[in-house]
């Protein structure tokens, strides 16, 4: 009587689990990868929607909290903020949540904090005048 010994042996079945688990870990290397690029874009677009969402509000309410030559410091000290100069006067400072309750600005996934700010302020260089805002890097990265 003949004996059928067909199937793998220890050696080769170690060898395939060894490959599978290289493959495993430099295909884990490449979703990180991929996860952590696709957080940043999708912490990108939020600060871009947020921005609109900020710019419409104050536009369409024709309102600005602050109009003085000290807004700039008193910006500059709170915020840190390097973009802005002493031709920026007016500013409204807003948060996530003031947008959502206005019905501008949807928080998807709660991928922004309530209490993240958009500052919206009209830039004015004595020729033109035109409104901006400033959100942080930090902003909407949850």
Known sequence: ???????????????????????IGIASGSVISVLNRSKKNMAREMRSNLSEAALTHVMDHAYLEKCSVEFSKEIYEDKNITN??????????LTVSDLVSAGVFENNR????????????????????????????ETCTN
């Open 1 to 23: 009587m003949k004996q059928n010994n067909s199937g793998f042996t220890l050696v080769e079945l170690l060898a395939v689990i060894t490959i599978l688990a290289i493959l």
């Open 84 to 93: 802005l100069n002493n031709n920026t006067s007016c500013f409204r400072r």
């Open 110 to 137: 709660n991928a922004c904090d309530d209490e993240d700010i958009v500052i919206v302020y009209r830039y004015n260089d004595g020729v033109n005048s035109e409104y901006k805002t400033y959100i942080s890097e």
